[in-house]
């Protein structure tokens, strides 16, 4: 049978998906457990969530050395040997913290559980944190700060968080090198004390596990005590709304970096299917209309996109792109263009139903293993969405209408609304 290749091959459009269900467990100590068992391979995640981020700093970066510090040496360990150890059972031990939370996450094969969780509680409750670890630390990453701040595009990222949140935010804070430069040992301190030591989390565990790797690990993290105190967090409030341009001027820079757009809201929003909608008809795909027009028409840039971050108690909507100094205005004026189209003439059939058809399977393939479903899933357990989220997703993807994409466009992205940072020159 000969193919005829001036036709595109016949597909089948993406409604509906099942997803294998959470077995939620509290320990003995009243630490919930979500299990989420999926039996692929012979591996588990076991990830433990706190609610540390930077939400809760007392000292701008406090959060992130105490993250990272928690592996760099226990009572009965150095850092040498908790690297030794993790190796030896061919595990993997990754340390996160952001605006919302923190966490521990350890992967390893189902077997060597019950070896690696020793170590995980001697990481959670006997950490040292050793002067020496802490400078080497403090000067790795003064290091990468100061390379990160002369690149436009992530001075971008930082000036634009800042104009939208504000500096002393916890969603427009970013790491300065005077801040990492000014913390203590004893900061670091008081911020486990304050916030992790005893502290509530959630545990939320992945993979080849069943009740008896539940039962292992409730022997090993569920017999300490638990505060059962509020823990307050950031009480700050929002800066003034200022929607005047940013221009960081960098006159040995060949491109300028762009950053645009506004203040949202979290995904509990109404509104935020359609929105998600209209963001990706926009900037959300390669084959999107500020891709279309600002890469392959115009020839400006080797990408933009929009998308839509979501924190646990706010969001935002973005547009972002790199391009040559000398395109800045014109590429902001194109990107002004296809939002005014957007919000005067309605998107046709067929590229809305191809937008569609992208997000759903995007989203399907999100789901291929059993950390990407955890992942996933996240968004119920640790924001308190509802629990048909993730079923209903592509349903309400495909329920939204060209009217609904024209009418979010001109809800939500208003010249006079939109925030415009460009770091390099015009």
């Known amino acids: ?11 089948q459009a993406i409604h509906e998906i099942q997803l294998p269900s959470v077995q939620s467990h509290r320990l003995d100590n009243g630490i919930p ?12 995640r076991l990830e433990c969530v706190f609610d540390a981020g930077t939400w809760h700093e007392l000292v701008p970066g406090s959060a992130f050395f105490t993250m990272k510090m928690l592996s760099e040496g226990t009572i009965a360990r150095s850092s040498a040997q908790i690297s030794e150890y993790v190796d030896r059972y061919g595990a993997f031990l990754e340390l996160n913290s952001g605006p919302d939370r923190a966490s521990i996450v350890i992967h390893c094969l189902t ?28 000067n ?13 595009a992530y001075l971008a990222g ?3 968080r800042e104009k939208l949140y504000g500096a002393e935010h916890p969603y427009g804070r970013s790491q300065r090198p005077e801040a990492v430069e000014q913390l203590t040992r004893e900061n670091v301190v008081a911020f486990y004390e304050r916030v992790i030591r005893n502290r509530q989390f959630q545990i939320i565990l992945a ?22 105190d509020n823990l307050p967090g950031f009480s700050g409030t929002l800066p003034a709304d200022n929607n005047l341009p940013i221009l960081a001027e960098k006159p040995d820079s060949v491109q300028s970096s762009i950053r645009l757009g506004r203040r949202l809201f979290t995904r509990s929003h109404p509104d935020f299917f359609k929105m998600l909608v209209a963001n990706e008809v926009l900037g959300g795909y390669f084959g999107s209309r500020l891709m279309k027009n600002i890469r392959e028409e115009k020839g400006f840039t080797y990408g933009i996109s929009s998308n839509m971050p979501s924190f646990r108690r706010d969001g935002y909507f973005l547009i972002g792109t790199d391009v040559n100094k000398e395109n800045t205005q014109e590429t902001l004026d194109e ?29 399907v393939g999100s789901l291929n ?30 329920a939204v209408t060209a009217e609904e994409v024209m009418e979010m466009a001109t809800r939500y992205l208003t010249p006079e609304s939109l925030n415009e940072v460009v770091v390099g020159g015009k």
């Open 1 to 11: 049978m000969t193919l005829n290749r001036s036709q595109s091959p016949a597909f």
């Open 33 to 44: 457990l979500h299990l989420i068992a999926v039996n692929q391979q012979p591996v588990i």
């Open 111 to 138: 077997k060597f559980l019950p070896s690696v969780l020793p170590l995980l509680s001697e990481i959670l409750n006997e950490p040292v944190f050793p002067q020496k670890e802490l400078d080497d630390l403090r």
């Open 140 to 152: 790795i990453t003064l290091q990468n700060l100061r390379v990160n701040y002369e690149k436009s």
């Open 158 to 160: 930082v000036l634009f």
């Open 207 to 228: 993979g080849q596990a069943s009740e008896n790797e539940v039962l292992l690990i409730n022997q090993a993290l569920g017999q300490q005590l638990i505060k059962t």
């Open 335 to 363: 990107i002004r263009k296809e939002i005014r189209i957007l919000q005067t003439e309605l998107v046709a059939d067929s590229e809305l139903e191809t937008v569609k058809n992208y997000m759903s399977g995007e989203f």
């Open 369 to 398: 293993t059993p950390f990407d479903i955890a992942d996933r899933y996240k968004v119920i357990l640790l924001d308190s969405m509802p629990a048909d989220f993730l079923t209903t997703y592509i349903q309400r993807i495909r």
